[in-house]
Nanobody, 121 residues
Framework: QVQLVESGGGLVQIGDSLRVLCTAS????????MGWYRQAPGKERMFVAG????????HYTQSVKDRFAVSRDNAKNTVYLQMNDMRPEDTGVYYC??????????????WGQGTQVTVSS
């Protein structure tokens, strides 16, 4: 199985950019599809973006399609979520998730602890 640790969260202003990352350990990272979810206060966790195990497909929720980009670096066992033109509704805890040989659209089997992202107006 794989262990996931997120980092890079923080407080930003409207329109700013931020990159969160997730580092994996414990298994062969390149065999795992990776995903990003967000949980806003009082709301359910929702899918934000994902990338297939071999990197040939990326998936996004509609609200972030032209602003966020998911990528992976297998040499570093790391997946990134680059967030641009951020909005208050992007606020939440961002969770990294993994699924062995997955498409990147979920469902995911392994989860990190999350990193807080706050967009201030």
């Amino acid at each position: 199985q794989v262990q996931l640790v997120e980092s890079g969260g923080g407080l930003v202003q409207i329109g700013d950019s931020l990159r969160v990352l997730c580092t994996a350990s414990g298994d062969t990272f390149r065999l795992y599809a990776m995903g990003w979810y967000r949980q806003a206060p009082g709301k359910e966790r929702m899918f934000v973006a994902g990338i297939s195990w071999n990197g040939d497909r990326a998936h996004y929720t509609q609200s972030v399609k032209d602003r966020f980009a998911v990528s992976r670096d297998n040499a570093k066992n790391t997946v990134y979520l680059q967030m641009n033109d951020m909005r208050p509704e992007d606020t939440g805890v961002y969770y990294c998730a993994a699924e062995r040989l997955g498409t990147g659209a979920g469902p995911f089997d392994y989860w990190g602890q999350g990193t807080q992202v706050t967009v201030s107006s």
